[in-house]
């Protein structure tokens, strides 16, 4: 057999790989590649994997649930002309 030349190549990880010159391999995962391939490719995938863990979910409540002081704009009493305002409306 006669000499095959190789060529250096340089991965996205800074690693460098010498393959030789006929080769026409494509290197990373393949796109419609299996469940093993990219086990993560959906979101419900990693939900799935995370809610079992614990305090890795959303603190989120139940409908109906949602009130209070949840994304209040302000909080405490009114105070000053928005006071005096407020009281003239009631």
Sequence with gaps: MGYICCEMIE???ASKKIVPSGCRAM????????????PMIKAENTYHKYSVKR??????RAPGQKVGLIAARRTGRIRGQDAASAAKAD
Excluded: C, H
């Excluded at 419609?32 to 391939?37: R, V």
């Excluded at 305090?55 to 989120?60: C, E, F, L, Q, V």
């Design 11 to 13: 991965l996205p990880s």
């Design 27 to 38: 290197i990373g995962q393949v796109a419609g590649g299996g469940k093993t391939e990219k």
């Design 55 to 60: 305090n890795s979910w959303p603190k989120d």
